[in-house]
Nanobody
Framework: QVQLVESGGGSVQAGGSLRLSCVGIAGTYRGYYLGWFRQLPGKEREAVACIGTDGTAHYIDAGKGRFTISADNAKNTPYLQMDSLKLEDNAMYSC???????????????????WGQGTQVTVSS
């Protein structure tokens, strides 16, 4: 039971970039869902990017044109490239994947039930 572990978060000025990485993808649902969530302060967790069963990337409206999800090694190493970061991007970012069919949460046309502990992204002016 490999745990998802994110890295790449930190502090950045508005307009800057960060690239998040995730290790620990189980891959038991290869060809299914893989993505990234974020939880803004005082808000519920929301999907920001995911790769669907057909390999198509989906993004939250606020991230379109700024966020890029990618994955290496048959989706075993997902990344989230975030450019032109804004103050409203301040959040804890977690990678996610589908493992089985229990306690699934929906976002951007993708389903997930496994998340990492998250990496903090702090954007300042």
């Amino acid at each position: 039971q490999v745990q998802l572990v994110e890295s790449g978060g930190g502090s950045v000025q508005a307009g800057g970039s960060l690239r998040l990485s995730c290790v620990g993808i189980a891959g038991t649902y290869r060809g299914y869902y893989l993505g990234w969530f974020r939880q803004l302060p005082g808000k519920e967790r929301e999907a920001v990017a995911c790769i669907g069963t057909d390999g198509t990337a989906h993004y939250i409206d606020a991230g379109k044109g700024r966020f890029t999800i990618s994955a290496d090694n048959a989706k075993n190493t997902p990344y989230l490239q975030m450019d032109s970061l804004k103050l409203e991007d301040n959040a804890m970012y977690s990678c996610a994947e589908q493992r089985g069919s229990m306690n699934l949460r929906y976002g951007l046309g993708c389903w997930f039930n496994a998340w990492g502990q998250g990496t903090q992204v702090t954007v300042s002016s």
